[in-house]
């Protein structure tokens, strides 16, 4: 059954502000079925800035770690870790699939060795911002929804000082095979099973993510308002641009039954 949660970030021992443990009280679910008004956040590139280009990071750590566990040069590294990526979404789930690599093993050359430090800080003007909308629109529950492996993201939402901030996580489960993740409808359905959401309640779900393909299935699943943020502006003319902007997206951005855009994601409590 459901136990909290608590993380203490061993590079910010030191640090004893609000935040930096990371306290979940409803911890990785499940939690029992209520109707309830839930607000689902993405971690990465989302609650911090793609502009800090942790993914750049994990990109060089993938790369290295295709060459020297399959002692590849650096042009058929790159070739396959493309491949991967394109053909299962994740690069891992190639490995797993066709090398028999320890996933768990692989997150902890990748992503728990990603020296986040030296890139993410206290973020106060979120941490402000979030316990203001919490509040003011009376949300019942604030849940993480992330892609990434469970270390990465406590490490990530403690580096930013909001780790007291939410209630749960749901995370992207290295071990299983094959690996359940956004935009996958399964990984959507769980996340409403294990945090107790009906889907006769879905007018109560609200979402962010920086994901182009996960805004739009959610959105396209039903959940009740769903936020883009489009942080680069080349990203965001693509998108205005697009065939399908209209299906998914208002003109104006102020329909609330489409994707709402946020170019900032402190912009979030002015678009609700
Ligand atoms: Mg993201």
Redesign the pocket.
């Known amino acids: 059954m459901t136990s909290p949660v608590t993380y203490t970030n061993p590079e910010l021992v030191q640090d004893t502000r609000l935040g930096c443990t990371v306290q979940l009280p409803l911890g990785f679910g499940p939690v029992p079925p209520s109707r309830k008004k839930i607000f689902y956040f ?5 609650l911090y800035q793609r502009s800090t280009k942790i993914h750049d990071l994990m990109q060089l750590k993938i790369h290295d770690y295709f060459k020297t566990h399959l002692e590849l040069d650096d042009k058929d590294a790159h070739a396959l870790h493309m491949n991967y990526y394109q053909t299962y979404g994740l690069a891992l789930e190639g490995l797993v699939r066709n090398h028999k690599v320890d996933a768990l093993k692989y997150n902890e050359q990748v992503d728990d060795s990603l020296d986040l430090k030296s890139v993410l800080s206290y973020n106060q003007e979120l941490r402000n911002m979030l316990i203001r909308i919490k509040k003011t629109h009376q949300f019942d529950c604030f849940w993480l929804l992330t892609n990434a492996y469970k270390n990465h993201a406590l490490r990530v939402v403690s580096f930013l000082g909001i780790g007291d901030l939410f209630d749960g996580l749901t995370y992207c489960d290295y071990s299983e095979s094959p690996i359940v993740c956004k935009p996958m409808k399964l990984y959507f359905d769980k996340c409403l099973s294990i945090t107790g959401v009906d889907n006769n309640d879905l007018d109560l779900v609200y979402f962010v ?3 182009e393909i996960n805004v739009k299935a959610a959105l396209k699943l039903g959940w009740g308002r769903v936020f883009h943020f489009i942080e680069i502006d080349a990203d965001y003319e693509r998108i205005l641009q697009s065939d399908d902007f209209g299906e998914y997206y208002s003109q104006d951005n102020s329909d609330g039954r489409k994707i709402t855009i946020l170019r900032n994601i402190l912009e979030l409590e002015s678009a609700l």
């Open positions: 993405d971690i990465d590139n989302c993510d920086d994901s």
